[in-house]
């Protein structure tokens, strides 16, 4: 008998799991929904609001939406985002801590110059964001997504980013420093000048992008390339 062939089709990456929005929400106003310290704002859409430059505690959004909303600048420890949208919002600037974000969707935002040190996330996909010079030191991603972001100078020191993709994103001088990363997927990424490439054990690279390791592997590991 001829040798039976196998048809296992490539398995299916495992996408996080999408926020529960209402297509229909209230609408959120700093009258009644500016942030407070220990605020829980359940099923709200914030459209065009101006949140920057807070300094909160404890802060839990819920089965929101944001759009065009503005957090730049604000401050915010532990609390976070649970089945929550982000579309076109401007987090540049902001500093959270022990936060979360939980079930959550981030696209088409600005995230330049964010840090969000010693937080969780978990199912959230960041898509089409700007997130130059961002930090995410100490956090810990489980089933999390960055997909078409521009990611130069991100700084992933000490972070547990094991099973997390990096899709389409330019990751150039990133830093991976101590970070704990089997299992991470890169596909069609910009990996040049990153730091802490030895992190990198365990990890799945495109053929292709593997090229713009050369450098980065050839520095730790003490080798000169000549022209």
């Known amino acids: 008998m001829p040798p039976r062939t196998s048809s296992a089709r490539p398995q299916r990456l495992k996408e996080p799991l999408a926020p529960k929005v209402a297509t229909s ?5 700093l009258l009644d929904h500016d942030l407070e310290d220990d605020g829980v704002y359940r099923s709200l859409e914030f459209r065009g609001v101006d949140l920057s430059s807070r300094d909160a505690d404890a802060v839990e959004f819920e089965t929101c939406r944001f759009v ?3 957090f730049s600048d604000t401050k915010m420890r532990r609390g976070g985002f649970s089945n929550v949208e982000l579309e076109r919002c401007d987090l540049s600037g ?3 801590r022990s936060a979360s974000m939980h079930r959550t969707r981030v696209s088409a935002s600005r995230l330049t110059g964010m840090t969000w040190s010693e937080c969780g996330f978990k199912d959230v996909t960041f898509d089409s964001c700007r997130a130059d010079l961002a930090a995410f030191r100490f956090s810990t991603f489980k089933n ?12 992933f020191q000490n972070a547990d980013l094991r099973g997390v993709r990096f899709e389409r994103c330019t990751l150039t001088e990133a830093q991976f420093s101590g970070a704990q990363m089997e299992g991470a997927r890169f596909a069609d990424c910009v990996l040049l000048k990153i730091s802490g490439v030895t992190s990198l ?8 992008d593997a090229q713009g390791l050369v450098y980065s592997l050839a520095s730790a590991m003490g080798i000169t390339i000549e022209e």
């Open 25 to 29: 929400l209230p609408p959120a106003g």
């Open 144 to 155: 999390v997504v960055f997909r078409d972001c521009a990611m130069p100078e991100v700084n």
């Open 94 to 96: 902001m500093a959270a």
């Open 68 to 70: 065009d909303t503005r």
């Open 201 to 208: 054990r365990g990890v799945t690279i495109k053929s292709q």
